[in-house]
């Protein structure tokens, strides 16, 4: 599990995305407008990115369409804290190139 999560989160573009999304969803369930508010990403880009993670098994959801609730998978809970070591590690090294978009416009996130 840890060589997959390394390879779909730090072995993509879209890595850092997918890995905020799982962070978010570790707390609640969320659609994807909602996600997408909520870290300040496109429609479409949350789309994307959930289609990878339900593809591997990282995300479940309620059905199709707009309403459609994300969960982690029972897999994904199982080995969260695979993914926390991660995702310390790659925030760390990422951090610099994380853009968050504020009124349009892209703004660099502050390192928490």
Do not use: C
Not at 26 to 48: G, H, V
Not at 73 to 82: A, G, H, P, V
């Amino acid at each position: 599990m840890r060589k997959f999560l390394w390879k779909l989160l730090a072995g993509t573009k879209g890595g850092l995305n997918r890995a905020r999304i799982i962070d978010e969803l570790k707390n609640r369930p969320y659609n994807a407008n909602q996600l997408a508010e909520r870290l300040s990403l496109n429609y479409k880009t949350i789309k994307y990115h959930i289609e990878v993670l339900e593809k591997n098994s990282i995300v479940t959801s309620t059905g199709k369409g707009y309403g459609a609730l994300y969960f982690l998978s029972d897999k994904m809970e199982k080995n969260f804290d695979i993914f926390l070591e991660i995702w310390d590690e790659f925030r760390v090294s990422s951090s610099s190139n994380v853009y968050y978009l504020a009124n349009n416009v892209p703004v660099e996130a502050a390192h928490h």
